[in-house]
């Protein structure tokens, strides 16, 4: 058995309850990460003991040092487990990466996964993090979105050096399109849209890109005053027979008759996304752009709009795009289920927006963990709830409390039993010091889910806590000690109070649960025995929680 790791656990132990580690917690922790020691569980008893007697008695400053000795951090911090592989021609104290939303949707896993990788590589490599909405589209922008980005990157722990608004910077736009006119790389084309589509299929020039100097200058003129929305739109002088369809005359600039949400009427001519993209990130020395692969076609583009500008372009990696099978994250879509009542809202349980994984309870670190574990390549893969969930999972175990939810109660009666007023039974098994919870027992009165009756009657089962019996409606009392290997099931009695638990596919179910979950306050996290992990959402009038995950 190796004592290195019942000293680790015996210190972060010791480091979380006050310089005093408990033999059970440190057992506990050592099966979860070595499972196949169960078997040992004897041998090891009397070497945990030992160490946790040693650290206990040692001061904090000693189990401080120790716990630097062996390399551990106290804080699962994320950013230092696990280290991204090198960016090229990154030096450090100069690398400036970015995250880019347009402030149209709530953030969901995908945008989140953008995020943080760019900002773990810009703290890689000491550099800068800058968020920057592209709220060129006033149509699309919101005020609701551009919180709701904020305070789900806050939510993560993502910090940023600098936020930017792409709208802030409209008149420089003006400058580069005017200048990219004069020098003949972009023209002001009147053709309809449809025209448009049209020519870039059959890859054809317009008469508009004939333009002399002064009618572009002029039809430009028009455009920031008389023109009406989409009469005319500036496009760039590429070549309408490029292979990439991105690059055959694409429109930079158009007319958008809308109150943006921030600088409301000011300007009605937008830069279109990839004029913006490309000209903030040189304008704002982007070195890095790691972003999702859907965005491969537009480089080319992107590279193009700047050499034209004499600009220096970012190094640009891709990569995969990102989201849960099944799970939609098109803003489009999520708006219209939510119109058509077939989602709550943008933090329905069924999405992956943060908002929604919030609301169930996730931990911002399980998610983060969860993100960098799926890596910066290119290649698709397929990631489900399961990963997720898993990865929540061994972040959340140890802070929630158990309790117990009866679902489709069943009354039973319990003959012969020893006289009982009440049971004490921990808050969590491995954390035997942060207490007990009460609850108070009358034996005519035991509630048990329905399931649980159907699948165990006629046999002998455990009720956590309380005691053995050999199952009906009038159950016979068996014996008080724990038997191996006999099932256990959680039980209510009297006092219960009613609970709704908003599950994970929109669906509620009802149930009942002990009393002293009255004690519980608005987001606290636990988890319901034999069921799974739930945040309370409501207190009033009844609980609500939201299920987490099993
Ligand atoms: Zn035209």
Same mark, same amino acid.
């Given at each position: ?19 005093? +580690?408990?033999?059970? +917690? ?72 970015? &995250? ?10 995908? $945008? ?113 005053? +008389? ?13 309408? =027979? $490029? ?232 159950? =016979? ?67 609500? &929680?939201?299920?987490? $995950?099993?």
């Amino acid at each position: 058995m190796d004592k290195k790791i019942i000293l680790k656990y015996a210190l972060l132990n010791a480091a979380q309850y006050d310089g005093k +580690a408990n033999v059970q +917690a440190v057992l506990g922790k050592i099966l979860r990460e070595k499972p196949e020691l169960k078997k040992k569980i004897k041998d090891m008893i009397p070497d945990i003991q030992k160490i946790v007697k040693d650290v206990n008695s040692w001061s904090k400053e000693k189990q401080k040092s120790e716990i630097k000795k062996i390399g551990i951090s106290l804080e699962r911090k994320v950013e230092e487990r696990r280290e991204l592989p090198d960016l090229p021609n990154a030096k450090m104290g100069k690398v400036i990466t970015a &995250f880019p939303p347009e402030p149209s949707k709530y953030p969901h896993i995908g $945008h989140a996964k953008a995020a943080l990788i760019n900002y773990l590589y810009a703290k890689k490599y000491k550099g800068k993090f800058i968020v920057r909405f592209e709220d060129t589209n006033p149509e699309l922008s919101k005020k609701e979105f551009y919180y709701a980005l904020i305070n789900g990157l806050k939510w993560l722990g993502i910090k940023w050096d600098k936020l930017d608004y792409v709208s802030d910077h409209i008149e420089k736009y003006y400058k580069s399109t005017e200048r990219l006119i004069k020098e003949n790389k972009a023209y002001v084309c009147v053709c309809k849209q449809n025209e448009i589509k049209k020519n870039r299929r059959l890859m054809e020039e317009c008469k508009c890109r004939k333009n002399s100097l002064n009618e572009n200058l002029e039809l430009w003129t028009k455009m920031l005053t +008389a023109f009406k929305e989409g009469e005319a739109s500036v496009r760039i002088k590429i070549s309408m =027979e $490029h292979k990439n369809a991105a690059m055959r005359d694409p429109t930079i600039m158009r007319i958008i008759d809308y109150p943006h949400p921030r600088i409301k009427k000011k300007y009605r001519v937008w830069p279109m996304y990839d004029f913006a993209t490309a000209l903030m990130d040189s304008w704002g020395g982007i070195t890095h752009r790691i972003r999702s692969k859907e965005f491969e076609m537009r480089t080319e583009l992107q590279q193009f709009i700047q050499k034209s500008l004499g600009l220096k372009s970012p190094y640009i990696t891709e990569i995969a795009r990102f989201n849960l099978k099944g799970v939609t994250s098109s803003g489009r879509q999520i708006r219209e289920m939510i119109k058509n009542k077939e989602l709550f809202g943008w933090d329905d349980p069924r999405l992956t927006t943060l908002i929604a994984l919030k609301r169930r309870g996730f931990n911002p670190e399980g998610i983060k963990e969860f993100l960098v574990s799926t890596g910066v390549s290119k290649s698709e893969a397929t990631l489900t709830w399961d990963v997720l969930e898993s990865f929540n999972r061994s972040v959340i175990d140890p802070k929630c409390n158990r309790y117990f939810c009866v679902f489709n109660p069943v009354k039973i009666k319990i003959k012969d039993s020893p006289k009982v007023n009440k049971v004490r039974i921990h808050l969590h098994p491995d954390f035997p010091r942060r207490g007990y919870r009460e609850i108070p027992v009358n034996i005519n009165k035991i509630f048990i889910s329905k399931d649980d009756f159907k699948k165990f009657k006629g046999k002998k089962v455990r009720l956590i806590g309380l005691f053995n019996v050999k199952l009906d409606k009038k159950a =016979e009392f068996i014996s008080k000690e724990i038997v191996m290997k006999m099932p256990k099931i959680q039980w209510v009695s009297e006092k219960n109070i009613p609970v709704s638990i908003v599950m994970n596919d929109g669906s509620i179910k009802k149930g009942i649960t002990e009393s002293e979950t009255k004690k519980l306050k608005v987001n606290d996290r636990i988890q319901f025995v034999r069921f799974g992990f739930c945040r309370l959402d409501k207190v009033k009038p009844d609980l609500v &929680f939201y299920f987490t $995950h099993k």
